[in-house]
């Protein structure tokens, strides 16, 4: 890990800078592929699922029996995990319902408003070397919960043509009504345009490699709504001397093992800490199974020292981080503060590992500095919100002057007409 | 207007497709002005204003003194109209604010999600024919309720250089902090990456024409989040025998006059009210200021007679209006029904106009089909929602075996030994 002690504000922006990605070059193939899902459908399909996950595939839609079979090989223990994972992400979610906001702005204007469910939703579960279905339950349970008719999910296909069992049954388990074995850029493609075998959906949720991030951008360009733009996974640790620094480094690790790019950063006013941390981390380091990934990202990543608490929040505001943890003796002081991240955990006993599976909180979160303006998913991502007004003879008339003169003053002569009309009769 | 009865279902999609815009032509002219604001900052900025609004502008920021003026400029009688609509804006959106939702998932794992406004964010307000002051009080009101610390406005200056004293005077009673005389495709790109005199924003709301919108797409792709996908306006009215025929085709009128592509629909059970409703749009039509505009949009326009209730109910929620107007004996069922809509407006003394000025719902609402997955804007467009957890030792204890199991299970280590390091010490 470098090591920056007591920077400048004015460096701030340019030490916390992200890597660029690269995006621009992987645009064309993204447009290519679109455009050949788009007229050709299922065939196109077929060809990209042949080149890109090496299997041909007459049917991709994923059968009873398969999901049977699955249900069968996912030990008990494994079941039993996955149970109660998503009680607590149901709980959590439920708690997020809002109710009715029914108010009479005037008296005879009653106005409110509506969450109704998104009809219908895709979901994207990356395959690759870890078969990530936690990330199911936290997409189709709050999906669940607010009504989705149809759920569909894409996941891609191993060169034998299977999904992982876990997938499935963590799937079946949520109320998933139809699984595609579609991966990357033509699964993004295939649920914005339809195909003879896959309906169109309305909205795509979902984490993935640059391909399906850029894939996911293209859609929005076809009126597909995403849960939010994705980067590579973050995580910022703040602690003081009070932090414990096995727990710490431990956690830097459960980031760091994501990816090579993974986002790992230690933000301290205390530099003897943080030098025992980095003794621990590469300690810890050597047994891990990810090591060569995990040593990567710990090599990119950044020990801050700062002065103050005040400094640090700051800091933390600046960044934006996805995940961030809170090892001090100040907690309370951050929480009010912080602004910009997108789930924060409290104190020595949570690590991020329980908001990632378990805890209740959803998984899905802005990486990339977006927590300055997106939320992490939540209940409300899976609905739109729907405004409803009536108004009596008395509410109109209360104020339609003042519509008239507001319609007048923008020149729009028929929206003032459409209140004369009444008045003239009231 | 164009009459269509009893339509196949399999019809329906043709028939309701909106026309489709050639947004490709415009990408790269989009794309050049970006790269140059990226590059050139405010010289750039300067130089399109001179092409593409006339006027040549040393400095774009609004001074006070410009501000007092337009104050001065403004009639009682319209502030005092302004007044009315920001407090029934004020007070509805106030009713959005959603309570904590602090919950134990499970003894000792305590979670609870908390929304903390956009530190900054750009509002645009088109210039053109109209100064649409209205939507300054639609974004610029909900902003300020949840706190949002910088709130920048840009419209396009005339050829002399001026902004409209409505857009100015509301600007200033609704707490904007800066108003820029930048307009178009340049106003995007400045808010987007900043410039010299500019500050760089999280989020940008507002309409605009075709330029804008592809200017607010293109912005998403630099990690800025926008309020919406955007369209021609909309409204269908839903009507039976009960409706008002008067009143109907001044609702139909009021939307038609906005453009000549906006899209209103006739929804109704009644053949011979539909037929009506066309004569007396008619001989209101001739008495429009407007009248080129709306006689433009009502030939385009689309009467549709359908044999039930139930059918309406699901031909609405195909097409997903921005705007619905109830005029039937059941609106009840439709309230309940309704799943695609942006705003609904009840009963015959709810014109649309009630919602686009004063009843207090906002008027920046998704057209183009966009309610199927999109929100109008309310006040939790201007949040984000972060989660938070913190567990205790016997939290932890409770769900750290599952954290572990699923870990394991996903090939996760590092994510794994993050629990145990904690497990074996407790």
């Given at each position: 890990m470098k090591t920056i002690v007591n920077p400048a504000r004015s460096e701030w922006a340019n030490i916390l800078k992200r890597p660029t990605q690269t995006l621009q070059d992987i645009e064309s193939t993204v447009n290519e592929i679109f455009e050949d899902i788009a007229r050709h459908g299922d065939d196109a399909i077929k060809k990209y699922t042949a080149i890109f996950d090496g299997v041909q595939l007459e049917d991709c839609k994923v059968t009873e029996t398969e999901i049977a079979l699955a249900e069968q090989t996912v030990s008990k223990d494994l079941k039993q995990a996955i149970q109660q994972a998503k009680n607590n992400i149901e709980t959590f979610h439920a708690s997020q319902k809002t109710v009715s906001n029914k108010i009479e702005t005037m008296p005879g204007i009653v106005c409110w408003s509506e969450k109704r469910a998104i009809e219908r939703i895709g979901l994207y579960i990356p395959g690759g070397s870890?078969?990530?279905f936690s990330t199911v339950l936290m997409l189709a349970v709050p999906a669940k919960l607010v009504g989705c008719k149809s759920i569909v999910l894409c996941t891609p296909p191993n060169s034998k043509g299977q999904i992982a069992s876990e997938i499935l049954y963590a799937a079946k388990l949520c109320g998933v009504n139809t699984i595609y074995k579609i991966g990357g850029i033509q699964a993004i493609a295939a649920m914005t345009f339809g195909t003879q075998t896959i309906q169109k959906v309305y909205k795509i949720f979902g984490p993935g490699n640059q391909f399906v991030t850029v894939a996911k951008q293209m859609a929005t360009k076809f009126g597909i709504a995403i849960d939010m733009p994705a980067g590579p996974s973050e995580l910022l640790v703040l602690a003081d001397d009070s932090g414990n620094v096995e727990y710490v480094a431990a956690d830097l690790l459960s980031q760091a093992e994501h990816g090579s790019d993974s986002q790992v950063l230690l933000v301290t006013t205390s530099k003897s800490f943080s030098e025992n941390v980095q003794v621990e981390v590469q300690k810890q380091l050597q047994e891990l199974p990810r090591k060569a990934i995990a040593e990567k990202a710990i090599a990119n990543s950044l020990t801050i020292i700062v002065k103050t608490n005040q400094e640090a929040l700051d800091l933390i505001n600046e960044y934006g981080p996805e995940h961030l943890i809170l090892a001090t003796q100040d907690n309370p002081y951050f929480i009010a503060g912080i602004q910009n991240a997108g789930s924060v955990f409290i104190g020595k006993y949570s690590p991020e590992s329980a908001g990632d599976y378990?805890?209740?909180?959803?998984?899905t979160l802005p990486t990339n500095g977006y927590s300055k303006a997106f939320s992490g998913?939540?209940?409300?991502?899976f609905t739109k919100n729907i405004t409803f007004q009536e108004l009596t003879r008395e509410g109109l008339k209360s104020i339609g002057q003042t519509v008239e003169l507001m319609a007048e003053a923008e020149g729009l002569q028929a929206h003032k007409n459409a209140v004369s009309i009444r008045l003239k009769e009231l």
């Open positions: 870890a078969p990530l378990a805890s209740g909180t959803n998984h998913v939540n209940l409300d991502s």
